[in-house]
């Protein structure tokens, strides 16, 4: 027979053991990086599209900008495939996480200018109508991927992540 | 690293069978992996990027051809054997012959604004625009303006202008190559016309100077989407336009 508090701490047990965890880690992984994945591949190829989404926000230079929109959907993918594998996952979720955050206030800021402008985050982007605006969604959006990039880097440790193969951590 | 030293200082045991598996705790050295993925990841940026202006400039060609009276990045002046009346504005359009809002613009107001044109009342400049082949990977603008520039070697660029309009094929779909035909006879390219017509289609021959009016209309215009019309430099607001006179009066057009 069980008392209360043997019950009770079974129960805390259930999501505070190491392999739901784990699993909650490999979710995490496969979640930012298959978003990662999904909005560098939907840029390649359309350079045109991704210097004008990254010039559209008015933050850098013109050409700056361009530079960044170039590279931005390499970087994605990199990113993304690393989180996929589970390599380095700590290090490359603080990367992730601050590159949603630096979205986020990308974002927030041209919605505090007022510009109207597509975030261009999965392809697309630049200046798009008045009230076509999403800018809450799309912050709401980039928020829930740096909160999985957070889970990450709090706790990087997940199911079938190469860095248990390769390090037996 | 950090979670070894925690298992070291924790546990006795566990450190001293990390220590007789050696460096690495027995898995591969995280140092050597690391610089492999770091190096790895930083040539499949830069290689991503080269490969992506490579690409770039392969699509953009070698042909420096711009159309009569036109210099790289400018517009093209409609009309142009046409006397201006004194204080003409100048009107510039920036269209791609792949939208659908610019298909719309023209069916309202395309015929009012080449009479203005016509009657030398505003000095009228296209800007021809192919954005739309990046942001939606068809194949359309660049090749249908390619028509409207080989047409114009011809004279007839108005016409074939005109016609890409009234029969304006599906945004996002390649353009098919009949369509592309059909446009340049009825803007009357007929028999040796069309041959020639063909051949500097496909050699591409104005997708650099549609690119670099491009370009220009982007990144020193202010232009931010199409259609997109000025007068005197001066973005116009046709919302609220319905007759060729208001149209005329919003343009500034001169009487």
């Known amino acids: 027979m069980t008392t209360d508090v043997e ?79 589970g390599l380095f996952t700590r290090p490359v979720a603080v990367v992730s996480t601050l590159l949603m955050v630096a979205f986020v206030v990308g974002i927030a800021q041209a919605w505090a200018r007022g510009l109207t402008i597509d975030c261009g985050c999965f392809g697309g982007g630049g200046q798009i109508g008045e009230n076509e605006t999403k800018y809450p969604q799309e912050i709401a959006r980039d928020a829930s991927f740096a909160a999985a990039g957070v889970w990450l880097w709090w706790r990087p440790r997940s199911l079938a992540a190469l860095d248990r193969v390769l390090f037996r951590d | 690293m950090a979670k070894t030293t925690k298992k070291t200082a924790s546990g006795g045991r566990q450190a001293k069978i990390q220590a007789a598996a050696g460096s690495g705790g027995g898995g591969a050295n995280r140092i050597v992996v690391a610089a492999a993925v770091v190096v790895v990841a930083i040539v499949a940026v830069v290689a991503g990027v080269v490969w992506t202006q490579v690409q770039r400039e392969a699509e953009v060609g070698t042909s420096t051809a711009t159309p009569a009276g036109a210099q790289m990045g400018e517009g093209y002046r409609a009309f142009a054997d046409v006397e201006l009346r004194e204080g003409a504005p100048v009107v510039d359009v920036f269209e791609d012959f792949q939208c659908p809002a610019c298909g719309q613009f023209e069916a309202a107001f395309g015929g009012p604004i080449e009479d203005l044109a016509r009657d030398g009342r505003i000095e009228l400049r296209y800007h021809i625009l192919n954005f739309l082949d990046d942001t939606t990977g068809a194949d359309y603008s660049t090749p249908a303006a ?15 202008h005109d016609a890409a309009y009234a029969g304006q094929a599906r945004e996002g779909v390649d353009l098919p190559q009949e369509t592309l035909d059909g446009w340049a006879q009825e803007a009357g390219i007929t028999g040796d016309d069309l041959d020639t017509w063909e051949q500097c289609v496909a050699d591409g021959t104005y997708t650099r100077y549609v690119t670099s009016v ?16 000025k007068s005197d430099g001066e973005e116009v607001d046709l919302s609220g336009v319905s007759t060729p006179e208001d149209l005329a009066e919003v343009l500034g057009a001169t009487s």
Do not use: H
């Not at chain 1, 045109?48 to 850098?60: D, G, K, P, W």
């Open chain 1, 7 to 85: 019950t009770e701490r079974a129960v805390t047990a259930w999501y505070r053991s190491p392999r739901v965890l784990d699993v909650v880690g490999l979710l995490a992984r496969l979640f930012l990086g298959g978003v990662l994945l999904w909005a560098g591949l939907a840029k390649v190829g359309k350079p045109l599209t991704s210097e004008r989404a990254v010039q559209a926000y008015e933050i850098m230079p013109l050409g700056l900008a361009g530079w960044v929109g170039l590279a931005l959907p390499f970087v994605e993918i990199v990113l993304g495939v690393l989180l996929v594998l």
């Open chain 2, 214 to 229: 491009n370009a220009t209309a982007f990144e020193e215009e202010g232009v931010r989407g199409t259609p997109t019309v």
């Open chain 2, 146 to 160: 390619n028509g409207g520039f080989c047409a114009a070697d011809q004279g007839a660029f108005q016409d074939f």
